[in-house]
């Protein structure tokens, strides 16, 4: 019980929101792609991807000579480039092609941990880790970082972790209360019925396709040069995948997303304290504690959340 | 009429698929202040016709001429701005959303910050729908209101994008007779107040009560335009068909015997555990053909899954020539005597890449002679094929062909071949008839009669009330899960029927409680 209390500490719930943000970025993410039709579980690819090409990119800007920061800001941008430049494979294969999503999300994962291990070979002729390369420290902001106990939580972070804070309330206002949000959904539930009223179905699963590569990449580039300063081959672990679960725990909406990624990113991070504390449970079983919520939320224990009704199959004209 | 420019019109139209010329040169024209009916068999093109029309397709050959300007119609977007408004044989309206949400999607109004203005789209829909008399609740979910008040959310969706024309495809397959009559004064308001409306239906009897005009359709060729005045159902049944058809079943007096299937006080709930089964209690007699009417969705689908061992019943009894059978399987109650037509043959009915003949035997399969201990036995098969195919008249090139590739007609035929070849004590004949043409259902129908005449006990449950009240002995009406209505079927009409079916009526006691006695 002691140990309960003692690890029960401000840097617990800083770290909480720290492992939620990868989490909270893919599923917003996930939440587009799903919302307009696509099933995507290439997150988990396109967030390794963005860690690699965000470290890469900021490697090579600081070869360059250029600034710390920027190199890190570029490695961010260069995230979001590739994020959306892998989403496209999965949009052009599932929504061009009308292939089985699952089936190319699948490919698109294993193509990724391919990817990612050959270049790091490749070019840093290393395995395993990257050099180190410049990353995107917290940025205290000004006056709130003040605010005792939340301060500390919320606003002394890596802007990555900002970023995806206000994510969630954008992405809750797209979908909710514009004509943009309408017509994803519309797509996403009946895309005849959006058809036959005049959208143009295609544009819009591009679009949430590509959204979701944008925001899973950059997640992918907290885990490289937000939490750390080095790409780690298969460092995502599965966070893609406890993302998509995230995506149905919150039933496609941001704010619920976002609580399931707060309960995810809790258990890991309490996990690492117990361990920190020498809690006398092998580590193996803490390190498991994310993955069977993750199972317990696809069990449907959380009440029955009824996905998109059009997600996972393709539109034909 | 004529010397005036049409809202709409259609010439020389040509749609040619793969293999398949579905319109071949139809001409048809729409003017101001008129109902034209198209008629057409299942499969005749009238579909297709429409749906080039609203851009769904684009045309092979042919013009298309707006109030007399030719126009490209590429896409339904296009259809929509030269004031095209069409509803779908099924529904196309988002289940989750609302209303208001429906009808603007894809021309949503926008406050001044860019985002969604429902207070206005409200406001809008409410003039509108005074304006046209379609009364609708801007903020009820698709998926809690009646089908009636979709039809109104589909008309109100065109209207709020100001279609000049109205095209209602196949509009009174899922309403009650009382919805119709609505749907008929809705559609004389529209006209009445600039709009014209083309009605497709191959209800006769409705396309003689609400057109002005018919355009009759037969395999993608175009066969004439007729004045409602010059028309009667006969004629239009024989320009729809191109022979003389029989439009009344022709039936005896039935001469029920002793008690086949008996149900009591069913009670059963769907896969969310609400009730959808709330106590039904009846009988079939061998030799009586009993009709089950009611609007879709009302518990028939459940009853017959429940009878023939496909959907649990929680309480109650179904007994079979005096045997329980209550939650028996599927393979049990086929053995014990009934044979059932279901009601969605693509789902339930056939396996659409077997052939013929495997369909023919589904459910026999496993016995002789079609399987002799784990062996199948291909001649006793292929030959039992062959004898039906004849019999039942199943026009095909030959056993082996897919039953994919065969028209709703023939599959239908193959399904109540091989039903009525089990030699049941009961039939059950869920929408016997649903996408059969005019000339397979007097097929159909007589057999079901020669069915019963056999000594079997029949059930038939079907939406087309005219199919009811022509096959039955006695029909029931089932509302809400229960039996609310039971009349003989030479008193029955479609008025009374009417109030059964909207729940306004009942003649039966009130069901039990959830346990059996």
């Known amino acids: 019980m002691d140990v309960l209390l003692s690890v029960l500490s401000v840097s617990l719930f800083a770290s909480t929101i720290r492992a939620a943000t990868p989490l909270m970025l893919a599923a917003l993410g996930g939440i587009f792609s799903e919302r307009s039709g696509i ?17 890469m990119i900021s490697y090579f800007g600081a070869q360059m000579g250029f600034p710390p920061l920027v190199s890190a800001a570029a490695g961010l941008v260069g995230a979001i480039i590739f994020g959306f430049l892998i989403s496209m494979i999965h949009a052009l294969v599932s929504i061009r092609f009308q292939a089985d999503q699952v089936v190319s999300g699948v490919a698109i994962n294993i193509l990724a941990v391919g990817l990612t291990g050959f270049l790091l070979q490749f070019i840093f002729k290393t395995s395993g880790n990257s050099p180190s390369v410049p990353s995107l420290p917290a940025m205290p902001i000004p006056l709130l970082s003040k605010i005792p106990v939340l301060g500390d939580i919320f606003f002394n972070q890596s802007p990555i972790v900002y970023i995806a804070l206000l994510a969630v309330p954008l992405s809750a206002f797209v979908l909710f209360r514009t004509p943009l949000g309408l017509r994803i959904r519309a797509v996403g539930e009946h895309p005849k019925a959006a058809d036959t009223v005049g959208i143009n179905v295609f544009k819009l699963r591009y679009l949430g396709v590509g959204l979701s590569g944008i925001l899973g990449g950059l997640g992918g580039a907290y885990l490289s040069i937000g939490q750390l300063n080095i790409f780690t081959e298969g460092m995502t672990n599965g966070r893609g995948y406890i993302a998509l679960a995230a995506v149905i725990f919150g039933k496609w909406n941001p704010w619920g997303a976002l609580g399931a990624c707060l309960l995810f990113g809790f258990a890991d991070a309490i996990q690492i304290s117990l361990q920190n504390a020498g809690v006398n449970i092998p580590s193996d079983f803490l390190l498991m504690l994310p993955y069977i919520l993750t199972l317990i939320a696809l069990a449907g224990f959380i009440g029955r959340s009824r996905p998109p009704a059009a997600a996972g199959a393709p539109y034909e004209k | 009429m004529n010397k005036k420019t049409p809202v709409i019109e259609m010439r020389d139209m040509t749609k040619v698929f793969p293999g398949v010329i579905a319109n071949d040169h139809i001409n048809l024209a729409v003017y101001e202040g008129e109902v034209l009916g198209l008629l057409g068999e299942n499969g005749a093109g009238k579909s297709v016709l429409m749906s080039v029309l609203y851009g769904l397709y684009p045309p092979t050959e042919g013009e298309i001429f707006v109030r007399g300007k030719q126009v490209d119609i590429t896409e339904p977007k296009v259809a929509i701005e030269h004031g095209i408004g069409m509803v779908h044989q099924h529904f196309m309206l988002v289940p989750p959303f609302t209303v208001a949400e429906n009808i603007i999607l894809g021309s949503e109004p926008r406050t001044g910050a860019g985002t969604l203005d429902i207070a206005k789209a409200a406001e809008d829909i409410k003039a509108l729908s005074e304006k046209y008399n379609l ?64 009605f497709i239906s191959h209800k006769l009897k409705e396309l003689m009560e609400i057109c002005d005009r018919v355009t009759v359709i037969r395999r993608g060729k175009m066969i004439g335009t007729i004045g409602i005045e010059d028309a009667s159902p006969q004629v239009l049944a024989s320009m729809m068909v191109g022979r003389d058809v029989v439009l009344e079943v022709d039936k005896e007096a039935g001469h029920p015997k002793e008690v086949t299937l008996d149900v009591k006080n069913i009670h059963a709930v769907d896969q969310n555990g609400l009730p959808v089964l ?56 086929i053995h014990g005597g009934i044979a059932t037509i279901p009601e969605d043959r693509h789902h339930r009915g056939l396996i659409l890449d077997f052939s013929i003949a495997d369909n023919g035997v589904l459910g026999s399969h496993d016995q002789p002679p079609f399987a002799r201990w784990i062996r199948r036995n291909f001649d006793a098969i292929k030959d039992y094929a062959d004898e039906f195919i004849q019999e039942f008249d199943v026009r095909t090139p030959n056993q082996e062909a897919l039953v994919r590739n065969l028209s709703g007609g023939n599959q239908q035929k193959v399904i109540i071949a091989r039903e009525i070849g089990r030699e049941p004590n009961l039939l059950i004949a869920a929408q016997p008839t649903r996408g059969v043409d005019v000339g397979a259902i007097e097929f159909i129908h007589k057999r079901i009669i020669e069915q019963r005449d056999a000594g079997k006990a029949v059930l038939v449950i079907s939406n087309e009330l005219d199919e009811v009240m022509g096959l039955s002995d006695r029909i029931l009406v089932m509302f809400h899960g229960e039996i609310v209505g039971e009349i003989p079927g030479e008193e029955a009409t479609e008025d009374e029927l009417g109030l059964y079916m909207a729940g306004a009526k009942r003649n039966t006691p009130p069901s039990q409680g959830g346990e059996t006695k």
Do not use: C
Not at chain 1, 39 to 55: P, T
Not at chain 2, 287 to 293: D, F, K, M
């Open chain 1, 39 to 55: 099933v995507n579980i290439a997150l988990e690819g396109i967030m390794l991807a963005g860690a690699f090409f965000a470290m």
């Open chain 2, 135 to 198: 009364e609708v609740d801007p903020y009820a979910k698709i998926e809690d209101i009646s089908v009636g008040m979709a039809q109104r959310v589909e008309i109100l969706k065109t209207m709020y994008r100001g279609a000049q024309v109205l095209i209602l495809d196949e509009p009174t397959a899922v309403l009650t007779p009382q919805e119709i009559k609505g749907l008929f004064k809705i559609m004389r308001n529209l006209t009445e107040s600039g709009v014209p409306v083309i």
């Open chain 2, 278 to 333: 709330n106590g039904v209690s009846f009988q079939v007699r061998a030799g009586e053909i009993v009709g089950i009417a009611g609007v879709a969705g009302n518990g028939q689908s459940e009853l017959i899954e429940v009878i023939t061992g496909l959907h649990k019943a929680k309480s109650g009894a179904v007994q079979l020539m005096g045997e329980t059978i209550t939650n028996h399987s599927a393979k049990q109650i």
